[in-house]
């Protein structure tokens, strides 16, 4: 059985509809919260995938794991593989070290509370961007460089990477670390959506624009880093590579980058939005050296809403995955892609994502 932490939340949906799909036994670990039980909660989530799921109430935190005894002895019986997505993605946290903490006591303790039962592998879902403030080709094989750091949430990922491994070894447990870069796909209103949620409404922002009067002599001015790339992953891709990774043979002990490899220049992808919209006045400025002069209110709009993820769209990195794809590539899973036709694609995802929420509530 395949035990998933954060099924609730943006990768973790994704992760348990395709696991269901193929017909894979699955349970979940899920909190109570909002005035729902975990049961509740993974229904509204899930939907029909929810449909022969093992919902196990509890709560990884900083005081460790918290299951009911009974509960956790069935997990122990059962469950071959974890696959960790669960986390808090706040970028400032009020409190820093119980931050940090809950993400690395919590998913630590329940390691070991099922270490000596049938467990054998552990999928640690992390983010590329422990590589910190540095710029320049980053390699899956390398972790605590002496980077600096944007905030306490890459500090945090790289810290519970470090103490599950540790974890892994001293239980006789298979780590697998995942890295993927900016997470997009159709995404529910959680904080983990957050990127992909912000890169939409983006999109639709801009759509907008191209449809009022007077749109052909319109602009909107964004500051980034032209020539960075744009570091953007599939949400489809990081499901089914993630899957894959967490218990292919090939995968042991392995630390992967799940991204775009040749992710396009910020110019680019600029470009490609602007074509695909029909926006011909959508710029990229170079913040180091074209400030913003004199903005609209819509590009002041703007500006505040990437204000949070700044730091990311100066940074130019390339994210190295030789070693993903290999392994992947045995699977039959090839490498994901951002150009022209799968831009249309997002911007499509983006537009429907709108007009859904017209009818329905947004999920919680």
């Not at 390691?111 to 000596?116: K, V």
């Not at 043979?249 to 110019?267: E, I, K, N, Y």
């Not at 951002?338 to 995802?349: F, I, T």
Request: proline fraction near 6%; glycine fraction near 10%.
């Amino acid at each position: 059985m395949l035990l998933l932490t954060g099924a609730t939340g943006f990768i973790g949906r994704a992760i348990a509809a395709r696991a269901r799909a193929t017909g894979r036994p699955l349970a979940v670990l899920a909190r109570g919260r909002d005035g729902l039980d975990a049961h509740a909660r993974v229904a509204a989530a899930l939907g029909e995938t929810a449909r022969g799921i093992d919902v196990i109430e509890g709560e990884l935190s900083a005081d460790g794991v918290a299951v009911a005894p009974a509960a956790l002895g069935r997990l122990r019986e059962r469950v071959e593989t974890v696959i960790h997505c669960a986390g808090d993605t706040s970028f400032a946290p009020q409190v820093v070290e119980p931050f940090v903490a809950a993400h690395v006591n919590g998913p630590v303790a329940l390691l070991r509370a099922l270490a000596g039962g049938r467990l054998q592998r552990w999928a640690q879902v992390s983010t590329a961007f422990v590589c910190g403030a540095r710029s320049g080709t980053v390699y899956e094989h390398e972790g605590d460089v002496g980077q600096a750091f944007h905030n306490p949430y890459e500090r945090a990922k790289l810290r519970a990477e470090e103490a599950v491994r540790a974890a892994g070894a001293a239980c006789g447990v298979d780590v697998r670390v995942l890295r993927p870069s900016i997470v997009v796909g159709a995404a529910p209103s959680t904080a983990g959506g957050n990127p992909s949620n912000l890169f939409f409404a983006f999109i639709r922002l801009a759509a907008a624009l191209a449809q009022w009067p007077g749109a052909a002599e319109a602009r909107l001015r964004v500051a980034g880093a032209p020539q960075a790339a744009f570091n953007l992953v599939p949400l489809e891709y990081v499901a089914d590579a993630t899957l894959v990774l967490a218990e292919h043979p090939d995968a042991s002990g392995g630390t992967f980058h799940l991204v775009v490899r040749d992710a396009p220049r910020q110019r680019l992808m600029a470009a490609m939005l602007a074509e695909r919209l029909g926006l011909a006045g959508l710029t990229l400025l170079d913040a180091a050296t074209e400030p913003l002069a004199s903005p609209s209110s819509l590009e002041r709009q703007v500006a505040r809403m990437i204000e949070p993820y700044r730091d990311y769209f100066l940074q130019d990195l390339r994210f190295d995955d030789a070693v993903a794809a290999a392994v992947l590539a045995r699977a039959g899973i090839a490498r994901p892609t951002l150009g022209p036709a799968d831009v249309a694609r997002l911007v499509d995802v983006a537009l429907l994502s709108e007009s859904r929420s017209l009818v329905s509530p947004p999920n919680g």
